[in-house]
């Protein structure tokens, strides 16, 4: 419940999830190392620390694509929040495969170099003003480097540190990383050999991985965007400054529509017990999107980690002393709308009673 640094406990959920993970990069580095030889189109048997290395770059390059697929596929569908919540077990994870995968090579190409195996990888190839032949392996080192970074920035005290908005920053670097990959795979292991496999599933990737964030980043301005039939004492309203969210129908009981407001802002408009409330979309934990909480025992649940708010003032309930912003809301017939200037955090906001608009 409360901002200042406090170690994530383990739960059955986090067990089962890490179970999961570890179980299917196990499989597919079995399935690649002892069936993958068998599709190679190679005139001689590929050697076994060639076949690892390949195994471990290939189940990291998918990771880092279902990582990316997850945020989106989280917006499209609330099933997919649990994958969400999680989901830096999994980029620690892919950060380690990756690393086996940066040993493997190093330890193929590099291991009885007369130099020092790391000066040897950065001085083997310094041809960086052409396409063909680039040196793709920096763009392997820049994305391991910032794995491991966001690896070892993962834990919740260096989120208390830095603070949520640097952290957040940081770690959309997720998105830089992902297309250094991408480039590091299409420079170096897509100009070898023909692999019409292999080139068919990096394309998958952006495709699905660039498709995904469209399909998400439309839904979030549909939403942001929606105008309900507004009444003349609706239009009123809006010339007045309020937003109009959307009809009361729209939201389920105990969940919340979230609403952008001026200044790229977001607002949680909740339906309770009859009643709505509007707080600021912003855990004060981590920034965590509340709107795809849910109320639970009467107060709003971050989906996150846990942190809850009451949904009339906005205060974590005693002990803790956090608290957020909270907002105005009219009810005219079954349309709800916004005053987009928050309250002080913490100010309680007489809920709106929906009555028979329910």
Not at 81 to 91: A, M
Not at 179 to 197: E, I, R, T, Y
């Amino acid at each position: 419940m409360s901002v200042k640094y406090a170690p994530v406990l383990w739960n059955r959920n986090k067990y089962l999830y890490d179970a999961v993970l570890l179980a299917g990069v196990i499989g597919y580095i079995y399935l690649y190392t002892s069936v993958g030889p068998f599709y190679q189109d190679v005139t001689r048997p590929i050697d076994g620390a060639v076949l690892r290395m390949r195994a471990f770059g290939s189940c990291a390059f998918l990771m880092l694509t279902i990582i990316l697929c997850i945020g989106p596929l989280a917006r499209l569908d609330r099933r997919f929040l649990p994958l969400l919540y999680n989901r830096r077990h999994f980029g620690v994870l892919t950060a380690a495969v990756a690393a086996v995968h940066a040993n493997y090579v190093l330890g193929w190409y590099f291991n009885f170099s007369p130099t020092d195996r790391y000066v040897a990888l950065l001085s083997s190839n310094t041809s960086y003003g052409q396409v063909l032949g680039f040196p793709f392996e920096t763009l392997g080192i820049a994305a391991l480097l910032i794995l491991f970074i966001l690896a070892a920035t993962s834990h919740d005290f260096w989120l208390s540190f830095l603070g949520a908005p640097l952290w957040k920053a940081l770690h959309m670097l997720i998105y830089p990383a992902y297309a250094f990959v991408v480039l590091h795979v299409a420079l170096g292991a897509l100009q070898g050999p023909d692999d019409p496999v292999f080139t068919s599933v990096v394309a998958a990737s952006v495709l699905l991985v660039g498709g995904l964030h469209f399909a998400a980043g439309r839904a979030e301005m549909a939403a942001d965007n929606y105008q309900a039939d507004a009444s003349s004492e609706v239009e009123a309203l809006e010339q007045g400054g309020w937003i109009v969210v959307c009809d009361v129908g729209e939201i389920e009981s105990n969940r919340a529509k979230v609403v952008s407001v001026p200044g790229h802002d977001r607002v949680a408009v909740w339906k309770y017990k009859g009643k709505l409330s509007a707080l600021s979309n912003a855990c004060a934990h981590q920034n965590g999107p509340l709107g795809e909480g849910r109320i639970i025992d009467g107060a709003i649940t971050c989906p996150w980690h846990g942190y809850q708010y009451q949904p009339e003032d906005g205060r974590s309930p005693a002990p803790f002393t956090e608290k957020i912003s909270t907002y105005r809301l009219m009810l005219v017939g079954t349309t709800i709308l916004l005053d987009p200037n928050p309250q002080a955090p913490g100010t309680y906001v007489e809920p709106v009673v929906i009555g028979e608009a329910s």
